[in-house]
């Protein structure tokens, strides 16, 4: 019912910026929740952050490791949302995929993505040193 797609992902040198995007098309009323997860290689799929989509004014929850670098927002006559990406390290190479929860959910599981009910194909971000 949801069909997501994200963009923006690319190489940069440590220190630099990126900015992802996630278009989201179809049901896309029923969306509450959109967030990012990343996949490092050889690594667990964390979560990145979050943001509530239609309550709550937008409010955000963030990793600790992304705190105060990242900053994700939505853009709801868009149905997109975006994710700012400051101060990189190559630490944060990962492939980041965009995800929607059709439903509502509390901060003490907005983080696990077994939450989540659509995803996108995931976009590559690469950060050199």
């Known amino acids: 019912q949801v069909q997501l797609v994200e963009s923006g992902g690319g190489l940069v040198q440590a220190g630099g910026s990126l900015r992802l995007s996630c278009a989201a098309s179809g049901r896309t009323f029923s969306t509450y929740v959109m967030g990012w997860f990343r996949q490092a290689p050889g690594k667990e799929r964390e979560f990145v952050a979050a943001?509530?989509?239609?309550?709550?004014?937008?409010?955000?929850v963030y990793a600790d490791s992304v705190k105060g670098r990242f900053t994700i927002s939505r853009d709801i006559p868009k149905n997109a949302v975006y994710l700012q990406m400051n101060s990189l390290r190559p630490e944060d190479t990962a492939v980041y995929y965009c995800a929607a929860r059709a439903r509502t959910v509390g901060d003490s599981r907005i983080t696990h993505e077994e939450e989540y009910d659509y995803w996108g194909q995931g976009t590559q971000v690469t950060v050199s040193s």
């Open positions: 943001i509530r989509w239609i309550w709550s004014g937008g409010s955000t």
